[in-house]
C-alpha cells in the first residue's frame, strides 16, 4: 500500500503544488521520523511518523492534511534520486554514452530540456493571476499568490488581491468568520508586498487604496486599515 492511498485525490494535489513550487522548508529525517516546516498563508510544522503514518502531526490540525502530503513528496523524491544516483554511480563511461545516445535518439528534446531550458514555473504561476478563485480553495488560491509575490509580481498581485476583497465584500453567502479570515488573510499579503522591493509608485496606489476603503472595512469589520497595513517609512 503506498502513502498516497491515505490521502484524497484533491489533498494530493494540492500538497504536490507544495513540494513543486519549493514551499517546503526545514526538511530533515531519521529512520522514523521526518520533519519540515509547509509554507502557506502561515507556516505549517509538519512531523511524520514514517513507520505509522496515522500517527503524523500537522499544526494545521487536521489529519492526511496537503501539507503532510507535501512533506511526502519530498520524501519520496529524495528516495528516487537516491535510487537512481546508486544506478548511475554503477555504470562507467562507456555506459553512460550508449545509455545518452539511446536516450536522445528517442527523445531529441530532452538535451534542451535538461541543460538549455527557461524556467517556466513564473509563467505557469502567473496563469493564476488570470484564473477564477473559487472561495471554497481560496486559502490555497491565496498561497498560490504568496508564491507570484516571491516571484516578484507585486503589482500584479494586489491588483487581483483587490479584486478578491471586492468580491468577499459582495458574497451573502460568506458568515462574518469566513469573510473576516479571508479579509485578513488578503491583508497579510499586502504586507508582505510592502516588505518587497517595489516601486514608489506602487506604495502611493495602497495608500490611495487604504484611504478609498478605510471607511468602509472600519464600518463592516471594525478593521483599521491605517495600523493593519504597515509601511516602512
Same mark, same amino acid.
Given at each position: ?61 487536521? +489529519?492526511?492534511?496537503?501539507?503532510? %502530503?507535501?512533506? /511526502?513528496?519530498?520524501?519520496?523524491? #529524495?528516495?528516487?534520486?537516491?535510487? $537512481?544516483? &546508486? ?85 451573502? +453567502?460568506?458568515?462574518?468568520?469566513? %469573510?473576516?479570515? /479571508?479579509?485578513?488573510?488578503?491583508? #497579510?499579503?499586502?504586507?508582505?508586498? $510592502?516588505? &518587497? ?37
Amino acid at each position: 500500500m503506498s502513502w498516497q492511498d491515505s490521502f484524497q485525490a484533491k489533498t494530493l494535489e494540492k500538497g504536490y503544488r507544495y513540494f513543486d513550487y519549493d514551499q517546503i522548508s526545514d526538511y530533515s529525517h531519521n529512520e522514523d521520523e521526518l520533519k519540515a516546516i509547509v509554507h502557506g498563508t502561515q507556516d505549517y510544522h509538519v512531523k511524520i511518523n514514517i513507520n505509522h503514518l496515522k500517527e503524523s502531526t500537522c499544526s494545521c490540525g487536521k +489529519e492526511y492534511c496537503k501539507h503532510m %502530503a507535501g512533506v /511526502l513528496y519530498c520524501l519520496e523524491e #529524495e528516495n528516487q534520486e537516491a535510487y $537512481i544516483d &546508486s544506478m548511475v554511480e554503477a555504470l562507467d563511461e562507456k555506459q553512460v554514452k550508449e545509455l545518452m545516445k539511446y536516450i536522445l535518439k528517442r527523445f531529441p528534446n530532452v538535451y534542451d530540456s535538461v541543460f538549455d531550458s527557461d524556467d517556466n514555473d513564473s509563467e505557469a504561476l502567473y496563469q493564476i493571476i488570470e484564473s477564477d478563485e473559487d472561495f471554497e480553495d481560496l486559502d490555497d488560491y491565496l498561497d498560490s499568490l504568496s508564491d507570484l509575490i516571491n516571484l516578484g509580481f507585486y503589482e500584479q498581485v494586489f491588483d487581483k488581491l483587490c479584486q478578491i476583497l471586492s468580491k468577499v465584500n459582495k458574497d451573502p +453567502e460568506l458568515n462574518e468568520d469566513e %469573510a473576516y479570515h /479571508l479579509v485578513f488573510c488578503c491583508l #497579510e499579503l499586502i504586507n508582505s508586498i $510592502i516588505a &518587497s522591493p517595489i516601486e514608489n509608485s506602487l506604495i502611493n496606489k495602497i495608500k490611495a487604496w487604504i484611504d478609498f476603503e478605510k471607511r468602509y472595512y472600519n464600518e463592516k469589520y471594525g478593521i483599521i486599515l491605517t495600523k493593519e497595513i504597515v509601511f516602512d517609512e
